[in-house]
């Protein structure tokens, strides 16, 4: 397991695709492990010990997170068939999320990459039940059995839960693909689901504080959070869709920082500060030996570094030395490099043509690009 650059772990790979947890993970994982440890299961079969509904819950908890993490695999591998590019999976408070690289190209592709998922979700659903039903003729324990029969009831309502007509979730993409094949504009299709989406969002918020004022706290506090992440989502994702517009077809190659300003891996981390932060005020630079690429160097690694150690530490010891996820090519979409920085929760990229580096990708000159072109084409 390896910590990820923003506030979570890498876990493994899955046909070239990197499943990660948020560390909010962790709070919805054990939120889930105690309602059912402590309260579903002691509720549906009473009588047991303290440590079998912990050891009952831990693999129900697990098990869900496994059907979770299906859901997301199957949007992300039939995405990568058919032409979108999926590298990332991240599991978080809300669920999962494959982070998609660009929009689908058809109606067709949207719909299928939106449809795998309550597809898997209810395939399961099905498969668990099934399992319920012939455990149970093979005399199983009973508690064994409230396990499949709530990773049932869990897979199915995850599936009508994303088939809700609301944007970023599996049916509002759905309900995007059909405004889409109706009226051929990619972009008034998006408005519209995420309009959809607020609504959705909305229709949420306002079921959650009824559920408050009735007695049910948690539940409605809960409603409420998963309306306003839809709603802050669904507000994203058409703003993603305006910018992609806004860049069209520009590559990397066409904005970049050429020649840009980079440190030496062995000049003392006071020395950066002085000679490259305080004089240039950006916030990170390449880190170079000649023209090969060796790391980056950004103002929080520095000042993670104690003061008292900046005149005798190496900005070779203090930099991001994995270029995994932080380099892109001149010939790769804009709108690839925003999702790939937004991704790796970093400001700027590296342009390599082998391991030389040949330009910078900054998110201030993205967005200064597509504030330009925004202006001067309206």
Known sequence: MSRTPDRGFNLFRVGGIQ????????????????????????????GRGRTVYLAVGL???LLFFASLLAHELAHALVANRLGLSVQRITLFVFGGMAHLTGEPRSPGVELRVAAVGPLTSAALAGLFWLLTRALELAGVEPLWLAVFRYLSFINAALAVFNLLPGFPLDGGRLLRAWFWHRSGDF???????????????IGLMVLGAMQIFAGALVGGLWLILIGMFLRGSARASWYGVVIENALGRARVGDI??????????????????????????YGGFPVASGDRA?????LKMVQQCPREARATTRVRDVMRRDLDGIVIAAEAPVAEALGRMGDEHVGRLLVLSGDALVGLVTRSGVARFVDYKTRLET
């Open 19 to 46: 499943v990660a947890v948020d560390v909010s993970w962790l709070v919805i994982f054990a939120l889930v492990l105690w309602s059912l440890s402590a309260g579903y299961f002691p509720q549906h079969e009473p």
């Open 59 to 61: 693999a129900a908890t």
């Open 187 to 201: 972009g008034a299709a998006s408005r519209r689901a995420a309009d959809w989406g607020s609504g959705i969002a």
């Open 256 to 281: 970049m920082v050429r020649e840009p300003v980079v440190i030496d891996p062995d000049l003392s981390v006071a020395d950066a500060i002085e000679d490259y932060f305080l004089r240039y005020g």
């Open 294 to 298: 060796e790391g980056v160097l950004s």
